[in-house]
């Protein structure tokens, strides 16, 4: 007698708790409560498990095995969570693996002074900008990625000028494959659209985010290439439209695309911007 069709969905996993398609559905579980915690700001256990759609139990045994080993911590007076140390130490040796947050470092801060707005360094990182690095301006109204944050492609200075420098298939599959949601009215949300503007992005240089991504606030970016001549990273300087008007745009267009320059792999040293 046959037995009774499965239902679809996630294959079955194995008795050692792998999948079939090779992953692991454990970890993958694992992962997931992680990237939750680590986009939050302090997270209860009902909330993680609202956002994940599981079971209290299920994410409360992984976060105590993820506590175990350093990767999430719990506040007790709060009863929240958070990104534990060691996900720290990860991170931390990701972003050694290039060595470009410490070239840009310098380059940022002179950015930031050039320009007086924040400065930041970001990568390709699926359908994201994955932020790495950012000095932020003195002034008190200001734009804020702190390293780690992601942001949507279409919606982002640094996105678009990686989406620009791509080649004709791979641009093709990426915008494809983005999810085109709207933000603010003035968010490209058609690829007919994203692709006219990456096309006046690719002939000018640089990117624009015109209040795409949040009302009010403006970025300019431009990219970082590799010894291949390919788009490794972005630096971008963003902050609110008032400081940054259709006046000043110019101005601070150059100031990223030399900064974009001197990071590149091939440039000198940017001796200059040392401190």
């Not at 050694?96 to 390709?124: C, H, Y």
Request: charged share 20%; hydrophobic share 45%.
């Amino acid at each position: 007698m046959s037995s009774a069709p499965r239902k679809r969905g996630r294959p079955r996993g194995r008795a050692d708790g792998s999948e079939d398609s090779g992953g692991v559905r454990a970890l993958d579980r694992a992962l997931d409560v992680l990237d939750v915690i680590g986009a939050g700001n302090g997270l209860t256990l009902s909330e993680i498990a609202q956002r994940l759609d599981l079971a209290p139990s299920t994410v409360h045994r992984v976060l105590v095995t993820l506590s175990a080993r350093g990767m999430a911590e719990a506040d007790a007076q709060s009863q929240t969570w958070h990104v534990g140390p060691a996900a720290f130490r990860l991170g931390s040796a990701f972003m050694r693996r290039s060595g470009l947050v410490e070239r840009a470092r310098p380059v940022l801060r002179q950015l930031m002074e050039a320009t007086g707005e924040t400065a930041n360094l970001g990568i390709l990182n699926g359908d994201a900008v994955l932020f790495l690095s950012q000095v932020e301006t003195h002034e008190t109204i200001r734009a804020f990625f702190p390293p780690g944050t992601r942001s949507p492609l279409h919606a982002s200075g640094i996105g678009k000028a990686l989406l620009a420098h791509a080649g004709p298939a791979s641009l093709a599959r990426m915008i494809q494959g983005l999810r085109l949601e709207r933000f603010t009215p003035a968010t490209l949300c058609t690829a007919e659209a994203l692709a006219a503007d990456l096309a006046v992005t690719r002939a000018r240089g640089y990117a624009i985010d015109n209040e795409e991504r949040a009302a009010g606030m403006r970025c300019i970016a431009a990219p970082v290439l590799d010894l291949a001549g390919e788009a490794a990273a972005g630096v971008s300087v963003s902050g609110p439209l008032h400081r940054m008007g259709e006046e000043r745009l110019k101005a601070i267009a150059d100031a990223v695309t030399e900064a974009a320059r001197l990071l590149s792999f091939g440039s000198a040293p940017p001796h200059s911007a040392a401190r």
